[in-house]
């Protein structure tokens, strides 16, 4: 995995970790601010992730930011 794709990763994990939708808001007007026209391509292990973590939400296998804080801290 690249560095490029490790950091996206990254970044997807803790979107949706976050509740605060002010962050999320803030997120939103970055992408939205980038060009329209530019086409990301998801290689074929992102697109898997992303499907994982949508049946982990539909599953309700997932912990809110507070409990992950608390378990990161300790």
């Given amino acids: 995995m690249t560095a490029l794709e490790?950091?996206?990763?990254?970044?997807?994990?803790?979107?949706?970790?976050?509740?605060n939708e002010k962050l999320l808001e803030a997120?939103?007007?970055i992408f939205a601010s980038t060009q329209a026209d530019e086409i990301i391509a998801l290689s074929s292990e992102q697109i898997e992730m992303l499907s994982m973590s949508e049946k982990d939400i539909e599953g309700g296998n997932?912990?809110?930011?507070s409990e992950l804080n608390k378990r990161n801290s300790e």
Avoid: H, P, Q
């Fill in 62 to 65: 997932f912990i809110s930011e």
């Fill in 6 to 19: 490790i950091i996206k990763n990254s970044l997807i994990d803790r979107i949706l970790a976050t509740k």
């Fill in 27 to 29: 997120i939103d007007k």
